[in-house]
């Protein structure tokens, strides 16, 4: 029922017409080199990537490792090396930068994005990682291109379900959730940013290559607690394929804002739904709750020449 089609029973749900630029599927993805996989599944993520990104745009890329089909697109045996800690040019500390900044809810973990000048809470059994860390998936066309990722991202049971798809003996771990913030250059507004992150989430993480299933809702306005002014979109698939043990319907959300330098950024969640330990709707809205800013933007130092 996308595009261009009708959601019977007036429901908030809906279908637009046209494509949303962030959804590009193939209706047959092209195998990566290698073994046939046994039984692939259609996630394909890219995770531990170690990236400078500037003011929301990824300008480098070190020992990228693509996960695609359950195939390593670099053969490499283990996750990307962190990248070096971002930093300001001045090598003084930006009053955003991850260590100076105290999460707002007892008891919780801040995740600080120096790149984009961001902060938020998330409970004390997330895992979070570096800023510098790109986690996402892989585009349909392109399986060395991501279609959809963020930084400095925090994970819900981040082995949630483990699966060696074409039996070579590399596991592919998939979290029940995961979170972060992104930039959005070229955005005119946060209903647009909102919209086009949460069904980016919704396709990339658990329908693709199937865009009919996926569904979201009218753009809300919303403000954080810091008082934060943006909007948010909430997104989900239904009926999504269950073709492996981790596959399964899931829903995303966006909360599209601007930073202090004026730039569009959206803050996301996305992660399984209908499963046992799923994240429930309102301790997400109470992470989102947390989102604010967190000094101006810092570009990270390039890495040193080899």
Sequence with gaps: MWP??????????????????????TPTPTP????????????????????????????AVTAAVLIRNGDRADGAGGPA????????????VSPGAPGTVKPTVKGWKVVVNPAHGTAFDVPPDWEVLEPQIFSGFADDKDP????????????????????????DGYVNDIALASTGTKGA???????????????????????????????????VAYTTRA????????ARTEGAAKDHKCAGDGWAIAFGFKN???????????????????????????????????????????????
């Design 81 to 92: 090396s962190p990248a070096p800690a971002p930093g300001s040019p001045s090598g003084s």
């Design 185 to 219: 250059d070229g955005a005119k507004t946060t209903d647009e940013v909102a919209e086009k992150t949460a069904t980016a989430w919704a396709y990339s993480a658990f329908a693709s290559p199937d865009k009919e299933v996926v569904k979201w809702d009218e753009p």
């Design 227 to 234: 008082g934060v002014k943006g909007s948010y979109v909430k």
């Design 144 to 167: 060395d291109k991501p279609a959809i990722g963020h930084t400095a991202p925090a994970f819900f049971k981040k082995k949630w379900c483990s699966l060696d798809a074409n039996g």
């Design 32 to 59: 990566l080199p290698g073994p046939a996989p046994r039984s692939a599944p259609r996630r394909k993520a890219v995770v531990a990537m170690s990236v400078t990104v500037a003011a929301g745009v990824a300008v």
């Design 4 to 25: 261009g089609q009708q959601t019977p029973g007036g429901d908030q749900s809906r279908q637009k017409p046209g494509q949303n630029p962030y959804l590009q599927p």
């Design 260 to 306: 202090s330098k004026g730039d569009f950024v959206a803050w996301d969640f996305y992660g399984l739904s209908g499963v046992q330990g799923a994240v429930r709707d309102d301790v997400v809205m109470r992470i989102l709750s947390t989102v604010r800013l967190s000094g101006d933007p810092v570009e990270p130092a390039s890495p040193p020449s080899p």
